[in-house]
T-cell receptor, first 119, second 118 residues
Framework: GAVVSQHPSRVICKSGTSVKIECRSLDFQATTMFWYRQFPKQSLMLMATSNEGSKATYEQGVEKDKFLINHASLTLSTLTVTSAHPEDSSFYICSARDSSANTMNTEAFFGQGTRLTVV | AQTVTQSQPEMSVQEAETVTLSCTYDTSESDYYLFWYKQPPSRQMILVIRQEAYKQQNATENRFSVNFQKAAKSFSLKISDSQLGDAAMYFC???????????????FGKGTKLSVIP
C-alpha cells in the first residue's frame, strides 16, 4: 500500500529554536497533505491543510506564523515550528492522499508521527 | 461543524472474547464517511474499517465489524475473538463526502483505550 514517511520520528530542541518536520509520500503524488497535533492521551486535532503550490489553510486557533507549512512539491510537505517553546511539545502527524485517485472513495495515509520535545 | 463523541475512555476485554466500542457523531450532512482507526503504542495510525453513510449494509473486515445506525448517528465497532495485538487506542473519525474545500479532513473522537487481558 501507499506509504507516507515522516521525519524525524523524534526530536528534542532547545526553547527558542526552530524545528522542521518533513512529510513525504513515497510512491504517490499528493497535492494535499494534512498536519495533525496530538497531545498526550488525547485525540488528533487538525492543524492545517497543506496545498501544493499555494498557501496552507490553517484551522482556527492555529498560529500560521508559529507553524510554517511549505508544500513545494507533490511529494513533500514540511512543518516548521518556529521559536519553539515547551508548550509546543507534542506529537505531530501528517497524512497524504493520492492525488491521482479520482474519487472521494480513497483515503489518506498517515505518517509515523514526530514526537517533539522542547526543553 | 461535525463532532465525534467516544464515551468510553477505557475498555478491557478478555482474550478471545468480543468487545464493542461506542461512537456517536453529529452532522447535518446526509452523505459522509465514518472510520475506526487503531493507534498502537508505536503511534502509527492504522485504518481498521470504513463505512460509507449511503450504504445500509454494515462494513466488516475479518474480526472487525460495525453497527451503523444512521438515524441515531451511532457507529460502534465490534471486535470478535480479541487478540493481544488488538490492544491499542481506537479512534472513531468522520469525513465529509464532497470534493470541495475541507474534503478529506478527518474529525476524530477522543479515543478509547482498549486493553486485552490474556
Amino acid at each position: 500500500g501507499a506509504v507516507v514517511s515522516q521525519h524525524p520520528s523524534r526530536v528534542i530542541c532547545k526553547s527558542g529554536t526552530s524545528v522542521k518536520i518533513e512529510c513525504r509520500s513515497l510512491d504517490f503524488q499528493a497535492t494535499t497533505m494534512f498536519w495533525y497535533r496530538q497531545f498526550p492521551k488525547q485525540s488528533l486535532m487538525l492543524m492545517a491543510t497543506s496545498n501544493e503550490g499555494s498557501k496552507a489553510t490553517y484551522e482556527q486557533g492555529v498560529e500560521k506564523d508559529k507553524f510554517l507549512i511549505n508544500h513545494a512539491s507533490l511529494t513533500l510537505s514540511t512543518l516548521t515550528v518556529t521559536s519553539a517553546h515547551p508548550e509546543d511539545s507534542s506529537f505531530y502527524i501528517c497524512s497524504a492522499r493520492d492525488s491521482s485517485a479520482n474519487t472521494m472513495n480513497t483515503e489518506a495515509f498517515f505518517g509515523q508521527g514526530t514526537r517533539l520535545t522542547v526543553v | 461543524a461535525q463532532t465525534v463523541t467516544q464515551s468510553q475512555p477505557e475498555m478491557s476485554v478478555q482474550e478471545a472474547e468480543t468487545v464493542t466500542l461506542s461512537c456517536t457523531y453529529d452532522t447535518s450532512e446526509s452523505d459522509y464517511y465514518l472510520f475506526w482507526y487503531k493507534q498502537p503504542p508505536s503511534r502509527q495510525m492504522i485504518l481498521v474499517i470504513r463505512q460509507e453513510a449511503y450504504k445500509q449494509q454494515n462494513a466488516t473486515e475479518n474480526r472487525f465489524s460495525v453497527n451503523f445506525q444512521k438515524a441515531a448517528k451511532s457507529f460502534s465497532l465490534k471486535i470478535s475473538d480479541s487478540q493481544l495485538g488488538d490492544a491499542a487506542m481506537y479512534f472513531c473519525a468522520y469525513r465529509r463526502a464532497y470534493s470541495g474545500a475541507g474534503s478529506y479532513q478527518l474529525t476524530f473522537g477522543k479515543g478509547t483505550k482498549l486493553s486485552v487481558i490474556p
